[in-house]
């Protein structure tokens, strides 16, 4: 169940308290925003499985996309370094050759 419907029916229920609903607000901006931390979003499902009686199933975590840096991986960068130094090689070798 998306974020949305989740806080949507624990509003509905209209037990919840101030502080509550100002949590469940900002977890729902920040949700619509692309920015809902993951120990939210656990609370949430947790809360609404709680106040609903449901059994929760754990989810399984994403998996966290490899670090990237000026949009290329290790990977990648490491082929780029072999190539340089491959051309370099090429290079000192022609200079020296003549």
Do not use: C, F
């Not at 931390?37 to 975590?61: F, G, I, K, M, S």
């Not at 840096?69 to 000192?92: F, N, T």
């Amino acid at each position: 169940m998306q974020v949305d419907q989740l806080v949507a029916e624990l509003l509905a229920r209209g037990d919840m308290n101030d502080d509550t609903t100002l949590e469940l607000n900002r977890i729902l901006a920040d949700w619509r925003a692309g920015k809902l931390d993951p120990d939210d979003d656990v609370y949430l499902r947790a809360l609404h499985a709680r106040l609903e009686n449901l059994t929760v199933e754990p989810e399984e975590p994403p998996l966290a996309a490899p670090p990237r840096l000026d949009g290329l991986s290790i990977d990648e960068w490491r082929d780029r370094a072999l190539k340089a130094e491959a051309q370099l090689a090429q290079l000192e070798d022609a200079a020296r050759n003549g």
